[in-house]
């Protein structure tokens, strides 16, 4: 299974972390709907496991979608692949 490396889903006790580029610009909720996008999650998948509406995840893909400048799933599943390793993953 793939999932979105670990700066992704972050402790925000630790404030943003440096170097994730565009990814900073993402809330804690929906670095964790993108980290459930990276894995493969449908949008009812998402929205069980997280207990919201499907209509929750979508607003929430549309945001993060804007914030990483993409027009999809894919693109930001590239986008997030492509971030550096060490672009402040801790590890």
């Keep these: 299974m793939c ?15 440096q170097g994730a580029g565009r990814l ?3 809330t804690a909720r929906q670095r964790v709907v ?13 929205a069980f496991t997280l207990g919201v ?4 995840v979508k607003a929430h893909l549309t945001t ?3 914030v990483l400048d993409v027009a999809d799933r894919a ?8 971030a550096p390793a060490d672009s402040g993953a801790g590890g």
């Design 3 to 17: 999932t979105c490396p670990p700066f992704v889903v972050q402790d925000l006790s630790r404030g943003p972390r």
């Design 24 to 26: 900073d610009g993402l």
């Design 34 to 46: 993108l980290d459930q996008v990276c894995a493969g999650a449908s949008n009812k998948q998402i």
């Design 53 to 56: 509406t499907e209509g929750t």
């Design 64 to 66: 993060i979608f804007r």
């Design 75 to 82: 693109q930001a599943i590239r986008l997030v692949r492509a």
